[in-house]
C-alpha cells in the first residue's frame, strides 16, 4: 500500500539543507513554496496585488516548504526517522509532519 506523507517546514537554509538531506537518503517529493494565513494577513493587509520591495524581501524570510511524499508504507517510518533526525525533532527548523493511507493510486511514482 501507498502512503502520503505531508511535510511542512518553515522556510530557512537549515530547510533546504534538510530536503537536499532526504534527497541524498532516496527520497522524493513534490515541493511547494507556501505561506501561512497568519502571514499573508498580517503582511499583506487589503489589495495583495501589488506590494513594495520591502515587502517582497520580508515575504521571501517568511515562505514555508510544503513537501508530499508518496511511498510505500514499509518506508514510511524510514522517512519519518529521517526526517526527525534533520529536523532534531523540529526543534531546529519549525514544522510538523502526518501521513495518511492512500486507497487508489496510479502512476509511475
Do not use: W
Not at 530557512?12 to 507556501?34: D, M, R, Y
Not at 495583495?48 to 510505500?72: G, K, P, T, W, Y
Not at 526526517?83 to 493510486?105: A, E, H, L, Q, V
Amino acid at each position: 500500500m501507498k502512503r502520503e506523507l505531508t511535510l511542512v517546514l518553515e522556510g530557512s537554509t537549515k530547510a533546504s539543507e534538510t530536503l537536499e538531506e532526504l534527497k541524498t537518503e532516496g527520497f522524493n517529493a513534490t515541493v511547494i513554496s507556501t505561506e501561512s494565513l497568519r502571514h499573508a494577513v498580517d503582511y499583506y493587509p487589503g489589495d495583495h496585488h501589488f506590494f513594495n520591495l520591502r515587502q517582497f524581501e520580508n515575504r521571501a524570510n517568511m515562505e514555508s516548504v510544503l513537501c508530499l511524499f508518496v511511498i510505500d508504507e514499509e518506508r514510511l517510518d524510514t522517512l519519518k526517522d529521517v526526517i526527525r533526525r534533520y529536523t532534531n525533532g523540529f526543534r531546529d527548523i519549525k514544522g510538523f509532519m502526518y501521513s495518511r493511507p492512500i486507497d487508489d493510486f496510479e502512476g509511475s511514482v
